[in-house]
């Protein structure tokens, strides 16, 4: 694997995407909000054992 296969070209949920007034119950908002830095989180890690 590649430092490249960790390339992040977009998150899979984005918080822009949500509408103005959200009709998601409270525990899938907060995982939308959480998806980003978890996704973000994942693909850093996974360069640090690529460099190790």
């Known amino acids: 694997m590649s430092f490249s296969d960790h390339k992040i070209t977009q998150f899979a949920h984005k918080i822009t995407d949500l509408p103005d007034q959200p009709s998601l119950p409270?525990?899938?908002?907060k995982?939308?909000?959480?998806?980003?830095?978890?996704?973000l989180r994942q693909?850093?890690?996974?360069?640090?054992?690529e460099a190790s």
């Open 26 to 29: 409270a525990n899938e908002l």
């Open 31 to 39: 995982a939308r909000f959480d998806s980003s830095p978890e996704e």
């Open 43 to 49: 693909a850093v890690n996974g360069i640090c054992d």
